[in-house]
């Protein structure tokens, strides 16, 4: 079961936007509308901003959206802000109630 | 309010066992799968496994299983995740993570704060 795939780094300057994307399988992204997206800051644990492709947790920004098309999810971080810098990891729901993580990918605000 | 409490940091030797918990509170935690992810320094997230504590069904991953036992006690609210014979690629930070209480129960919606494990000789 090898890890999703997303870029290891995406930059921008405050106010873009940006997109992530996170590549899988027919067993995985590909199978499944269960992908998951979240937030890890240095040192902290990750928090859940994105659920089931393009849902968001009560009371997150608006400027955090995601979609699926085929085998691919996307993150969209759209007016960067400073505080989005973060690693960002995509999670896919799997066969047999599993999962598997995406490599990460690092977001860097200009 | 859901809180996850996790054992602290251990440092141990190769060859010795382990055993880290994850106290839950907050919420009813016999009816939601509680998963287990690693994370060696500087590198991603990984995927380990889940436990549902109702009934102790487990799901591994194919990287961890046979190397990791995941358990629950639904008495005291706690799961668990232990090692007979650490490694030194063990050492990472372990986080426990309630998964699902939103839409299709497939997410990771509260994370605990990590437990550092350390296995050096």
């Known amino acids: 079961q090898s890890a999703l795939t997303q870029p290891a780094s995406v930059s921008g300057s405050p106010g873009q936007s940006i997109t992530i994307s996170c590549t899988g399988t027919?067993?995985?992204?590909?199978?499944?509308?269960?992908i998951s997206w979240y937030q890890q800051h240095p040192g902290k644990a990750p928090k859940l901003i994105i659920y089931d492709v393009n849902n968001r947790p009560s009371g997150l920004s608006d400027r955090f959206s995601g979609s699926k098309s085929g085998y691919t999810a996307s993150l969209t971080i759209s007016g960067l802000q400073a505080e989005d810098e973060a690693d960002y990891y995509c999670?896919?729901?799997?066969?047999?109630?599993?999962?598997?993580f995406g490599s990460g990918t690092k977001v860097t605000v200009l | 309010e859901v809180q996850l409490v996790q054992s602290g940091a251990e440092v141990k030797k190769p060859g010795e066992s382990l055993k880290i918990l994850c106290k839950a509170s907050?919420?009813?935690?016999?009816?939601?799968?509680i998963g287990w992810v690693r994370q060696i320094p500087g590198k991603g997230l990984e995927w380990m496994g889940v436990i549902y504590p109702s009934d102790s069904d487990t799901r591994y991953s194919p990287s961890f299983q046979d190397q990791v036992t995941i358990s629950a006690d639904r008495s005291i609210n706690t799961a668990y995740l232990q090692w007979s014979s650490l490694r030194a690629s063990d050492t990472a930070v372990y986080y426990c993570a309630r998964r699902g209480a939103i839409g299709s129960s497939t997410s990771f919606d509260y994370w605990g704060p990590g437990t550092p494990v350390t296995v050096s000789s």
């Open positions: 999670d896919s729901f799997t066969t047999s109630n599993t999962h598997v």
């Open positions: 907050g919420y009813g935690f016999s009816t939601y799968w």
């Open positions: 027919s067993s995985d992204v590909g199978g499944y509308n269960y």
